[in-house]
């Protein structure tokens, strides 16, 4: 049997020893990283999988397929987590565990492994997805196995085995990071009391320091997908790398946030995703123009479901394609034009309008031009109140 591991290396600490303990145990390890918009995977990341033990380091650029296949389909679903969370960690996961799987196939390999730890999200996302797309890999979890209780072990670690790690930046925090947002957990974040410190957040203003004239935006959608900014045509990344960098001079997209986590605990979580929640604001808002009232509330279940499954790491699943498809139904009309003003952490939609709008100013207006029947609202109330009537009658509609 083949004795080769693909390893989901990120460059950092943990994933380095990961990749040192498992050629100790006779491993030929292959690194695996995936560029899903944290930043190109430097030349120093790939020295340092070569110098702790890695065979061969490959590297892949993922921005477009994340933004196309992975992002666009849950901003069409306005997935959010527990009414926060935009799932830019957790809408990464399944992608880097397809490809992580494909490159076992391609070299071979009999297992793939990962640097999660036993508490997290992430152990769980990598491992279905891996046990949906080839049962037959092994799974080798190094961070549940190995023997280290702690950072600096880790670090002694990594110094006696001549692992090029940097010491002098140690940060307090768990940062991941994509195109669709950062997520930031551990250090004083631990205590829910706290407030997150200055040096919590990577790259959104805060609101004290934000830009002092708003800002403002447009952002044209086809079938609900984005497609356009400021009037212009604008490819997918691109579009989602300038919303990052409006929305972060003017302090939008933090949170802070308690979240219930796969495993059963909770956990405080701090993020930022600028685009996503500019997005989600403009196509939200373009689906209350467009959409009926009863297909609006329907699609709100199928946002919280849709959310839950990509959190918990079931994007390829039964039912999650029929939710894709539903999804995909609603949006065949979702196509127009919203403007949005930023300031001083707040985004707001300031204007919308589209084709397909279901908003007729002849019957929503108090103007001389209103066209509305006033007079068939009696009928409407009568009939609308009619199953209450008998309770009235009986005296239970006051309360006795």
Not at 265 to 282: D, G, M, N, Q
Request: proline share 4%.
């Amino acid at each position: 049997m083949s004795r080769t591991v693909v390893l989901a290396y990120s460059g950092g600490l943990d994933t380095s020893v990961c990749v040192r303990w498992l050629a100790d145990r006779g491993y030929r390890v292959i690194a695996f990283m995936a560029n899903v918009g944290q930043g190109e995977p430097s030349a120093i990341a790939v020295k340092r999988a070569k110098a702790a033990g890695a065979s061969r380091v490959i590297v892949r650029d993922l921005r477009r397929e994340f933004v196309a296949d992975f992002v666009w389909p849950a901003l069409k679903a306005n997935a959010v987590y527990e009414g926060k969370y935009l799932l830019a960690t957790a809408l990464s996961r399944p992608l880097i565990a397809k490809h992580l799987v494909a490159v076992a196939h391609e070299m071979k390999a009999h297992a793939v492994a990962h640097g999660c730890t036993g508490k997290g999200n992430d152990q769980v996302r990598f491992e279905v997805t891996a046990r949906i797309l080839d049962p037959r890999l092994a799974i080798i979890a190094p961070v549940r196995e190995w023997q280290f209780r702690s950072r600096d072990e880790e670090i002694e670690y990594a110094l006696r085995h001549r692992i090029p790690i940097d010491v002098s930046k140690r940060s307090p925090y768990s940062i991941d990071q994509n195109l669709w947002g950062t997520s930031i957990e551990a250090g004083a974040l631990e205590d829910p009391w706290v407030e997150p410190l200055a040096d919590t957040y990577r790259s959104i203003r805060s609101a004290e320091r934000a830009a002092s004239r708003p800002g403002y935006v447009t952002i044209g959608f086809s079938r609900g997908v984005p497609t356009a900014l400021n009037g212009t045509r604008c490819e997918a990344v691109t579009l989602v790398e300038r919303l990052n960098a409006l929305g972060a001079l003017h302090g939008v997209g933090r949170s802070d946030m308690i979240e219930s986590r796969v495993v059963g605990i909770k956990s405080r979580e701090v993020y930022e995703a600028p685009a996503a929640t500019i997005l989600f604001e403009a196509h939200q808002e373009l689906e209350r123009l467009i959409l009926d009232r009863e297909l609006l509330r329907f699609k709100q279940g199928i946002a919280a479901k849709y959310a839950e499954l990509v959190y918990s790491g079931l994007w390829f699943t039964p039912l999650k394609a029929v939710l894709d498809a539903c999804v995909e139904e609603t949006q065949r009309r979702v196509s127009g034009t919203v403007r949005l003003k930023l300031f001083k952490g707040s985004c707001r939609v300031v204007g919308r309008a589209s084709p397909h709008s279901l908003y007729r100013e002849r019957l929503a207006t108090y103007s001389a031009k209103d066209q509305f029947d006033q007079r068939a609202a009696e009928g409407f109330i009568k009939l609308f109140g009619l199953p209450y009537e008998g309770r009235g009658a009986r005296g239970e509609g006051r309360g006795e």
